[in-house]
């Protein structure tokens, strides 16, 4: 459901515009709010953050219209607005223009063409909103947030977004090559970053093909997130496809090497956020709190070729996935120790 404040001082325009929209607003596709100046709309603007677009006339008291416009161009360069005035002339419209507004319809109003105007411009901020969900997902954005990225972008809400922390609920997991210290002891630097980065590639495949999103490369192992519908079920599937292909590669004679993994996995509620330094402008988009600390200690619990959950997961996942229990593990921090199983097939 669209949000939309509509600022004008004739009081009748509310009523008309309830009229005229009712049955949008029946269907919840509109939701109006409303303000008599500009003034009153900058108090509804910080009451009502999820405003989507603002109707406002020109010519109010306390606050004009043209002003509003370039307050909401400082705080908020998304949030668009159409100006609705029957002052038409070339001069208010550039003027109005300038100073950020969308579109400019002229009184008296109408209504068709007002909604064509709406719908289009919803549509505008429906798409920049999708561009700026894309470019926070990015995996250049995920490693190197910095002010040259940021100013490279060109916009306060492209920051804002990426600077956003939430809670989610996603399913972590910690792919580990194991053995991989041994061969870089003793190979050539070229031998062992491109093995190494084969690997990596083959995991990563695997990852992307269950829209996992690979959140950091750490040494010779992989830390991987899934978010949405049947995420745990997701990385297990993943997992489970590494560990296939990782045993179908072949052994590696001369460098003494046998590729083999170990993988932790945990789901639940995670912290999602930039950690790092600003002072180095060094951010990494990434999840944190206890449920990333047990899926990284299941890992280093975990045997050769093993994939180990918790008891809990075990539940979530026993009627899709072949599982073995294994037996309770001592983890740091935590009083109890934790049952463990072995994701078979």
Same mark, same amino acid.
């Given at each position: 459901m669209a949000k939309i404040l509509?600022?004008?001082?004739?009081?009748?325009?509310?009523?008309?515009? &309830?009229?005229? /929209?009712r049955q949008k607003i029946r269907?919840?596709? $509109?939701?109006f709010i409303f303000a008599l100046n500009g003034r009153q709309a900058l108090d509804q603007l910080e009451k009502h953050k999820d405003v989507d677009l603002v109707l406002s006339d020109i010519n109010m008291p306390e606050m004009d219209g043209l002003t509003l416009l370039t307050k909401i161009s400082e705080k908020n360069t998304l949030l668009k607005c159409v100006i609705i005035s029957a002052y038409g002339d070339m001069e208010n419209i550039r003027i109005a223009m300038n100073r950020g507004a969308f579109d400019f319809v002229t009184k008296p109003v109408n209504f068709k063409d007002l909604e064509i105007t709406i719908d289009r411009t919803l549509q505008h901020v429906k798409q920049i909103r999708s561009t700026l969900q894309a470019l926070k997902e990015n995996n250049i954005l995920r490693m190197y947030v910095d002010e040259t990225v940021l100013n490279f972008m060109g916009t306060k809400e492209v920051e804002t977004s990426i600077f956003e922390n939430e809670t989610v609920e996603a399913s972590v997991a910690f792919i580990d090559i194991v053995g /991989?210290?041994?061969?870089? %002891?003793?190979?050539?630097?070229?031998v062992v970053v491109n093995l190494l980065n084969a690997y990596f590639d083959v995991m990563v495949k695997e990852i992307i093909d269950q829209k996992g999103i690979v959140d950091k490369f750490m040494g010779d192992c992989i830390m991987a997130v899934f978010k949405g519908p049947y995420h745990l079920d997701r990385a297990i599937d993943a997992c489970l496809s590494i560990k296939e292909r990782i045993q179908?590669?072949?052994?590696?004679? %001369?460098? +003494?090497?046998?590729? &083999?993994?170990? #993988?932790?996995? !945990?789901?639940?509620?995670? *912290?999602? +956020?930039?950690?790092?330094?600003?002072?180095?402008?060094?951010?990494? $988009?990434?999840? #944190?709190?206890? *449920?990333? !600390?047990?899926?990284?200690?299941?890992?280093?619990?975990?045997?050769?070729?093993?994939?180990?959950i918790? @008891?809990? !997961? $075990?539940?979530?996942? @026993?009627?899709? /996935?072949?599982?073995?229990?294994? +037996?309770?593990?001592?983890?740091?921090? @935590? @009083?109890?120790?934790?049952?463990v199983y072995e994701v078979l097939s």
């Amino acid at each position: 459901m669209a949000k939309i404040l509509v600022v004008d001082d004739e009081a009748d325009l509310e009523i008309l515009i &309830k009229q005229k /929209f009712r049955q949008k607003i029946r269907q919840l596709e $509109y939701e109006f709010i409303f303000a008599l100046n500009g003034r009153q709309a900058l108090d509804q603007l910080e009451k009502h953050k999820d405003v989507d677009l603002v109707l406002s006339d020109i010519n109010m008291p306390e606050m004009d219209g043209l002003t509003l416009l370039t307050k909401i161009s400082e705080k908020n360069t998304l949030l668009k607005c159409v100006i609705i005035s029957a002052y038409g002339d070339m001069e208010n419209i550039r003027i109005a223009m300038n100073r950020g507004a969308f579109d400019f319809v002229t009184k008296p109003v109408n209504f068709k063409d007002l909604e064509i105007t709406i719908d289009r411009t919803l549509q505008h901020v429906k798409q920049i909103r999708s561009t700026l969900q894309a470019l926070k997902e990015n995996n250049i954005l995920r490693m190197y947030v910095d002010e040259t990225v940021l100013n490279f972008m060109g916009t306060k809400e492209v920051e804002t977004s990426i600077f956003e922390n939430e809670t989610v609920e996603a399913s972590v997991a910690f792919i580990d090559i194991v053995g /991989f210290t041994k061969i870089s %002891e003793t190979q050539p630097p070229d031998v062992v970053v491109n093995l190494l980065n084969a690997y990596f590639d083959v995991m990563v495949k695997e990852i992307i093909d269950q829209k996992g999103i690979v959140d950091k490369f750490m040494g010779d192992c992989i830390m991987a997130v899934f978010k949405g519908p049947y995420h745990l079920d997701r990385a297990i599937d993943a997992c489970l496809s590494i560990k296939e292909r990782i045993q179908d590669l072949p052994e590696l004679r %001369e460098e +003494g090497f046998e590729p &083999k993994i170990s #993988i932790g996995v !945990n789901s639940g509620e995670m *912290i999602s +956020g930039n950690i790092g330094s600003c002072t180095l402008r060094r951010l990494d $988009y990434t999840v #944190i709190g206890d *449920i990333v !600390n047990v899926a990284a200690r299941l890992q280093a619990a975990a045997g050769v070729n093993q994939i180990l959950i918790s @008891k809990r !997961n $075990y539940d979530l996942i @026993k009627e899709s /996935f072949c599982c073995e229990e294994v +037996g309770s593990i001592s983890m740091k921090n @935590k @009083k109890d120790p934790i049952l463990v199983y072995e994701v078979l097939s």
